[in-house]
């Protein structure tokens, strides 16, 4: 169930009126505009408003041709037929944000200033902690009297509403009472001095008709920006006071329902996750498919593995290993932990591996066409993405990129700078080239969906992350990489398990692919 889509089909029925039954008797929302016209003028006359706050309001209304028009302070009128999207209900009307509340901006802390290291009484709301339509607590950060004094004018109450307006646009949501005048980032605004129901308003800015318009009036830059003057110029549609009640209610019978869809959702996939890992684990113990005693074993493989090795140095086409080593089986047999089967032997990978290598560490410039050159980024769920590509090489460069790494069908990628550990298997001859960000590794005589498999195990996982380096972005050197152990079953076996793990992951990526 796409309960994203079901929310906004919701939301749509909201606004157009068909989420409730009309009742002809409720008091129009044309009346309720104009009482909070009568009150605004007075809170004008006492001084609790400024001309600048009431100058652009406006009345929108539907003329004697049938079409809408919108009377502005100096008595003109024009015609906005083009600016309405659908008809609403007899009873409802049509009115700017600026008609029925106010915006204001937040403030970012001044230049210097940091968060407190403890918690205060002043938490400053960042568009990070907006969550759900609402405001998360648990990462919450806090500023202390002194900049809470130098800032002070720029908080946010619980009867306000919150508009992200930087980056992220148009994130809206209320503000839970333990937070009633608490600071709010500048990249945020609050909506205050609401004259209709609050949670209304919520609703019917969440929709994709105000969202909408919230990205059209987005002023594109390196950084998008939703200005404040366009909040408040932003249309919807109003309803009779007693109908926005009736809407809030039914909107949320709904919205907690979708949210325990949306929750269940959640924990299936976190099922399916963890079956996932669980299978890798059972798969590196060796406890994945039955061991068959005519399996030949794997110090056999591994004893061929060398033989053939020997025979690429004699010919030229690898080089010797300078820090060649054999592990053999001890008294335990154990590493990460584990007890391998009879069959099976540990092996580093510069064992099992004609060669391991990395991508251009000094890559060419982007051609703009031409030949991949791919990152870590382009290496995810097992499988080499070509659908986004960032970078382009000429052929010539490529050839020159390819010498240093060889690429063929067969070999395993694995990432090893940034995102560590995701793996894949090269399916097929299309050219490309690699950044550092990703390791080749050429199994000799190994099953390579197998290596592909073993290495996204939680036990080989954490070694990678154990063995990474660097302080901006993690990295694991190819010297430290060689020297990772991993368990080698028989060849058959390794066929066994890589086959029932297709069958698994198949089934569990239907399950996952079904809540989408």
Not at 12 to 35: F, H, M, S, T, W
Not at 237 to 250: A, F, K, S, T
Not at 325 to 354: M, Q, T
Request: glycine residues 4%; aromatic residues 6%.
């Amino acid at each position: 169930m796409d309960t994203k889509a079901l929310r906004q089909k919701i939301l749509d029925l909201a606004i157009r009126g068909k989420l409730v039954p009309q009742d002809p008797n409720d008091e129009p929302a044309e009346v309720l505009l104009e009482r909070i016209r009568e009150q605004k003028q007075q809170m004008f006359k006492e001084g609790k408003l400024k001309k600048k706050d009431i100058k652009n309001d406006t009345i929108i209304f539907k003329g004697e041709d049938n079409l809408h028009y919108e009377k502005f302070q100096d008595g003109t009128v024009k015609c906005i037929e083009d600016e309405i999207p659908f008809e609403v209900p007899e009873g409802w009307c049509w009115a700017r944000v600026r008609d029925i509340a106010m915006v204001k901006g937040g403030k970012r802390l001044p230049k210097g200033a940091s968060f407190s290291e403890e918690i205060t009484t002043h938490a400053y709301i960042r568009v990070t902690d907006m969550k759900n339509h609402s405001v998360n607590i648990s990462n919450l950060r806090y500023i202390s009297d002194e900049i809470f004094s130098a800032i002070k004018n720029y908080t946010i109450a619980k009867d306000d509403l919150y508009v992200t307006i930087a980056g992220t646009i148009g994130v809206v949501g209320e503000i839970p009472d333990k937070l009633d005048g608490m600071n709010l980032t500048e990249n945020a605004v609050k909506i205050t001095n609401i004259a209709i129901n609050k949670s209304f308003l919520c609703i019917i800015l969440q929709t994709d008709f105000v969202q909408q318009q919230f990205q059209d009036k987005t002023h594109q830059v390196a950084m998008p920006k939703l200005a404040l003057e366009r909040i408040l110029s932003t249309l919807i549609p109003i309803c009779p006071y007693v109908q926005q009640l009736q809407i809030v209610d039914r909107f949320q019978i709904c919205d907690n329902f979708l949210s325990t869809i949306d929750t269940e959702k959640e924990e299936l996939q976190k099922i399916v996750s963890l079956s996932k890992y669980k299978i890798l684990d059972l798969a590196i113990r060796g406890k994945l498919v039955p061991q068959d005693p005519n399996d030949e074993p794997a110090s056999v493989i591994l004893e061929r593995i060398r033989t053939e090795k020997e025979e690429l140095i004699k010919q030229g086409k690898i080089k010797r290993d300078k820090k060649e080593s054999v592990i053999f089986k001890g008294d335990d047999n154990s590493y990460y932990g584990i007890h391998l089967p009879d069959s099976w032997n540990w092996a580093s990978l510069r064992e099992i591996a004609l060669s391991i290598s990395d991508g251009s560490h000094n890559p060419p410039p982007n051609n703009g066409s031409g030949i991949p050159l791919l990152s870590a980024a382009n290496i995810n769920d097992n499988s080499i993405l070509m659908n986004e590509i960032s970078r382009w090489i000429t052929n010539e460069e490529w050839k020159i990129e390819n010498q240093r790494t060889n690429i063929e069908v067969g070999d395993v990628l694995l990432t090893i700078v940034g995102s560590i550990g995701r793996s894949a298997v090269v399916q097929n001859n299309n050219h490309f080239a690699l950044q550092r960000s990703v390791a080749v590794i050429k199994p000799c005589l190994i099953n390579p969906l197998y290596l592909m498999h073993i290495v996204q195990s939680p036990q080989i996982q954490k070694w990678l992350t154990d063995n990474s380096k660097g302080t901006a972005q993690k990295g694991i050197y190819l010297n430290a990489l060689s020297l990772m152990i991993i368990p080698i079953p028989p060849l058959a076996e390794q066929a066994r398990i890589v086959e029932l793990i297709h069958i698994a992951y198949k089934q569990l990526d239907l399950i996952s692919n079904a809540l989408l």
